[in-house]
């Protein structure tokens, strides 16, 4: 999940959006969801839920949320890449 994370950081960086140095994953989002309204709100947020879980939180994470991750990122990707064409 941290990978898809950072997956999905460089993909909006590309599309001109880097997440600042002292942005929070929370306030990335936001940003992210004010400035691309064409973007899954529902994919960005649970991709950045799934990975403070994974990245801050003591829990377990299991292969379902694993699969949930890169569901996430692929639909970030391809509404991207949509928009782009």
Do not use: W
């Not at 999940?1 to 880097?18: D, F, K, Q, S, V």
């Not at 997440?19 to 709100?41: C, F, G, I, M």
């Not at 694993?66 to 990707?77: E, G, P, S, T």
């Amino acid at each position: 999940m941290i990978a898809a994370y950072a997956r999905m950081e460089r993909t909006l960086a590309g599309a001109g959006l880097p997440r600042a140095d002292a942005e929070t994953p929370l306030e990335y989002l936001a940003r992210v969801l004010r400035e691309l309204l064409h973007t899954s709100a529902d994919a960005v947020s649970r991709l950045t839920s799934l990975f403070e879980r994974a990245k801050f939180s003591p829990h377990e994470i299991d292969r379902g949320m694993k699969n949930q991750a890169i569901d996430a990122l692929v639909a970030v990707r391809d509404e991207l890449r949509a928009v782009a064409t």
